[in-house]
């Protein structure tokens, strides 16, 4: 009595560190019972007596090897605490799935896993086989019982029921693991691998020279066969055949596929078929179901499957499959991928449109803006100003019209307030280039049209702007004063005739002449001054990868009047070979040798052109004009 008292006192005053350090005992080892654990404890300087031990674990769900397998196990997974040897043997035992994670495989279909097991000496049968195949992924298990391990069996499993249910699915199985029970003579080695290369199924054989291990899915699988199912058909009597055993066998089989919950790694509670709905690919389109073999029909419930597993009666189980025979399934990954192409150009047309829709209302807002700076009515306008040409007449920005004006709009406005002649012209370090300005009464609203030659682009720039290397600072009338960051004052200047002869220095710039009025663009092809000479080994060392050249250079449609046009080539760099060609960032490729190409998916056959050498005509617009290009490969 004083011995039960002074236990349940010990239990009462139990502290929380006490008690966690048993918990930790416990998992530490697990196949330990309480009266070793109480050893160990004490080795750890914690006084506890068997009972409170007892109560402890019972309290937490500890008290059986199990329950602790299954806790260290959760906490290995979810957690990633790090297992000792004797922890990882004693789960590796316990759950042989886990020997195989390095086999995990992250979907449905992906590998699975194939093994023949001795079943059980039955004394109506004799001895039976188990051919058993099993899905890493989710645990789903197809599998029949034979007399006799050949390849024929191989093929029934893989043929009537895994290859059929995973194609109702929009899933094919990649590749199979054999196990050391799959042993075959020469003959029926050679069949197997032919029936997988037919069925486009990579064939994993078992390692050579590693001791021959049952996998630790097939092992998990076996036992329950043994506990669940074995047991029960011994001692029945209704069994008199191979017939009636597979029977009962496939009605077991959907049972543990769909009701069986497999705790721990790689189900974690859940059900094969549950963890096969989770992790397969999105659903597919819906299609006519193809006709099933019945065994598959039967290895699920229909109850427990979406409609699509429940299919009609099967076809025959065997067939003679050719190599490169039309299988099913093909149509369907066309229709998708002609689906893809379709929309694919779809958003690309439609982007384009939307692009060239949006910069003409913004070209029409800023016209708007611009031309009610100086709100006048329309009786009051100078007939002098009413003869100056409107901006739309000035759009060709490569002949330096577009912001052009007339002598007498110039000498309205009189001169300009700053010695722009005083400052220096800059020079082509800059990489500037100025095609025009509009000069407004509000300097905020002045503009310049810069090239800049390192990106090879055009853009419309305002004061305090950054161009390149220096921020603009005023903006005139075909001049723009520009600002280093060291603080020297450049110009930029339309006219070509002040960098070559610069004016000696005045207060103020003199009247410019009438710009001419843009003249017609010609229609002609100019040809290039001469001929490119280009070694034919520098080509085709360059030309050896031509998906990669096309994605460098940037290929994009070229449209005239909304009709494909050629193709775009929007970077090509100094150092690449189509600059040694004669070709140019910008250039827009309409034929070669007098054959015109209509867009993009003709650029290749325009490069393997090239790569043949001898001699090429290549037929350019660059700026607007056409142009023909003469090489000589050789």
Known sequence: MARAQKASRKVFALSPESREKILAAALEHPDLGVRRLVHVLKGEGIEASESTVRSTLLKDELHTRELRLRRLEDRHLREGIELTDGQKQALEEFNPCLRERRLESSRP??????????????????????????????????????????????????????????????????AVLNGPGMVFDADGEAEFEKFLETQRIAHWPPPEGAAPQKNGFIESFERRVRTQFLVPASRSDDIQGVGELQQDFTAWLARYNAETQLPGFPNLGRTPLAAFQTLKPPEVPEEKPEPKPAAVEALLPAAALPPAVVLPAAPPLHRDIKRGEWTPGREKWIFRAVNTALLCLVVYFGWMIAAKLLDAERLESDSGRMASVQPQAVADIDPQLAAVR???????????????????????????????????????????????????????????????????????????????????????????????????????????????????????????????????????????????????????????????????????????????????????????????????????????????????????????????????????????????????IK
């Open 390 to 632: 409107p901006l739309d007449d000035y759009h060709v920005v490569w002949d330096r019209n577009l912001f052009g004006v007339s002598k007498t709009a110039l000498n309205a406005s009189g001169p300009e307030k700053m010695a722009v002649a005083k400052i220096a012209v800059a020079g082509k370090d800059f990489g500037l280039k100025l095609l025009g300005t509009v000069v407004a009464s509000n300097p905020k609203l002045n503009s310049a049209v810069i090239d800049i030659n390192a990106t090879r682009e055009q853009g419309i720039f305002r004061e305090r702007e950054r161009v390149g290397k220096a921020v603009i600072s005023r903006i005139l009338r075909n001049n723009v004063i520009i600002e280093t960051d060291g603080g020297q004052r450049r110009r930029l200047t339309v006219d070509d005739e002040i960098t070559k002869k610069p004016q000696a220095a005045q207060a103020s710039l003199p009247s410019y002449p009438e710009s001419p009025a843009p003249a017609p663009q010609s229609p002609e092809i100019r040809e290039s001054a001469g001929t490119f000479q280009v070694p034919r080994d520098v080509i085709q060392s360059s030309l050896s990868n031509i998906p990669a050249l096309m994605e460098e250079v940037n290929i994009s449609p070229h449209l005239s009047d909304g009709s494909p046009d050629g193709f775009l080539m929007r970077s090509v760099g100094s150092r690449n070979v189509l600059a040694r060609l004669g070709l140019r960032s910008g250039d827009v490729i309409k034929g070669i040798d007098d054959e015109e190409l209509a867009g993009p998916e003709e650029a290749e056959m325009f490069f393997r052109r090239i790569a043949e050498g001898g001699d090429v005509t290549i037929l350019v617009e660059r700026r607007g004009r056409l142009q023909r290009l003469r090489l000589n």
């Open 109 to 174: 279909g992906g590998l699975l896993v194939l093994d023949v097991v001795d079943l059980w000496d039955f004394p109506q049968i004799g001895p039976t086989l188990l051919h058993a195949a099993i899905d890493p992924s989710c645990c789903l298990a197809f599998a029949l019982i034979r007399k006799a391990a050949d390849s024929a069996a191989a093929e029934s499993l893989l043929n009537d029921q895994i290859i059929p249910f995973y194609r109702q699915h929009g899933i094919m199985p990649q």
